[in-house]
């Protein structure tokens, strides 16, 4: 069966973060997970025609609340159709970037 051009997005771009698609395995008893399986990162990826300030918005929260551990940084992926993987926004929360990227830019 050939695969979906979702399914084949979500792999690449977890690739591009060290890790892979996670799959069918996409709920226990805690909710919902992310669409990555990488250490550091909650990845949330949408492959969209139209991406929206609100579909983005509610990716970017569900990457927070699905994070497996307490440092791993969440980020949505979203990426248009028929677009290069490279021209697609990876978008974080300015309150999770302040806390969670600017202290290791600083630290340099």
């Known amino acids: 069966m050939p695969d979906k051009t979702w399914k084949a997005v979500e792999r690449r771009l977890c690739k591009i973060f060290g890790g892979k698609r996670r799959g069918a395995d996409y709920a226990d008893s805690r ?13 949330e990826i949408k492959n969209m025609m139209r991406p929206q300030f609100g579909l983005i918005e509610e990716d970017v929260r569900k ?15 979203m990426k248009r159709k028929r ?19 600017l202290p290791k830019l600083r630290s340099k």
Do not use: M, Y
Request: with cysteine.
């Open 83 to 101: 677009t290069r993987d490279a021209d697609a926004l990876v978008c974080i929360r300015l309150e999770v970037f302040e806390k969670q990227i």
């Open 31 to 43: 909710g919902g997970k992310n669409d990555c399986i990488c250490n550091g990162w909650s990845i």
């Open 63 to 77: 990457a927070e609340e699905r994070k497996e551990h307490p440092d791993d940084i969440p980020i949505a992926i």
